[in-house]
């Protein structure tokens, strides 16, 4: 039986105790955009909330594209979050390749050039690549002002949590 397969099977378990309430409107507080690091997958115990009031937004890196913003938009402005939170994470699969060398082992490996060049949002910096997403978030005119947009790294090795300061917020605050 495959993983999948598996998975399915506990659902059927998993439904018989199912909280239909949670099958309502959500209403969430803050709108994630995190990293798809399966050590970023415990955001409710790591920022101690509800599942519910999370509305968590993962792509690799993470990175900040046009489609994450535009969740990010329908997030804020249709779902409910009050508030932007970026958590970057320390160790992050992301910084160990750059986008150049991933297409050049890919079309190595497979024989095939024709994806080539795929953006794979790679990054070496997450302290950079944080401040630089604070700044595309809070700069999209579809993104109201009065969200505050809060940019972290999550530290793999000790369950922290910390801020990045915006860039320029220093010399204006
Ligand atoms: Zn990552």
Redesign the pocket.
Known sequence: MSFIDEALKANQTYAKTYDRKLGGRPNTKIAVVT???PR?SDLAGMLGMANADLDVIRT???AVTEDVLGELIVSTRVIGSKEIMIL??T?????TFTDEEMNAKLTELTGDASPAPMRFFSYKDPEENTREQIAMVRAHPWIAKEVPVRGFIFDVETGLIREVQAAGRHATA
């Open positions: 990293c798809m690091d970023l690799g890196g993470p970057n994470h160790g992050c699969g992301f910084t």
